[in-house]
């Protein structure tokens, strides 16, 4: 099996930016993102999947909640991007929800599980 073709039936989601200049930033801003019900920023719980920044700037996010039936799933894309867009060098941000692979605890950092009292 080749390392790089995905599994059968795992979704494709593309790898992050993470050579780009902007890259660092762009996941500072999102550490400043909270989960309102659990606290811990939505990087370390696991939910940004991508972050895709072209030549121009432009940023792509994707990410999940903890949870289909969240409270915040409408606002959430919101604050991601509200944190991203004041960056010196972003031009435009979209942030999309996406349901596959789903959440698990397995997810979180290293950081979050201390957080949260899991190590």
């Known amino acids: 099996m080749n390392a790089e073709a995905p599994m059968e039936g795992a979704p494709l989601i593309k790898p992050s930016t993470t050579d780009h200049p902007l890259y660092d ?3 500072e801003a999102c550490r400043t993102v909270h989960d309102p019900e659990i606290p811990v920023n939505i ?3 696991g939910l940004v999947y991508t ?3 072209d030549d121009g700037g432009n940023v792509s996010v994707l990410m999940t ?3 289909p039936g969240c409270p915040v799933a409408g606002e959430m894309p919101g604050w991601v991007a509200e944190a991203i867009e004041p960056l ?3 031009q ?4 999309e929800l996406i349901w596959e692979p789903p959440w698990g605890m ?5 950081e979050a599980k ?5 190590m």
């Open 25 to 27: 930033s762009i996941v």
């Open 43 to 45: 990087y370390d719980l």
């Open 51 to 53: 972050i895709e920044i």
């Open 65 to 67: 909640l903890t949870a």
């Open 88 to 90: 010196p060098g972003v």
């Open 92 to 95: 435009t941000v979209s942030v």
């Open 106 to 110: 397995e997810m979180l950092s290293d």
């Open 114 to 118: 201390l957080e949260l009292g899991f």
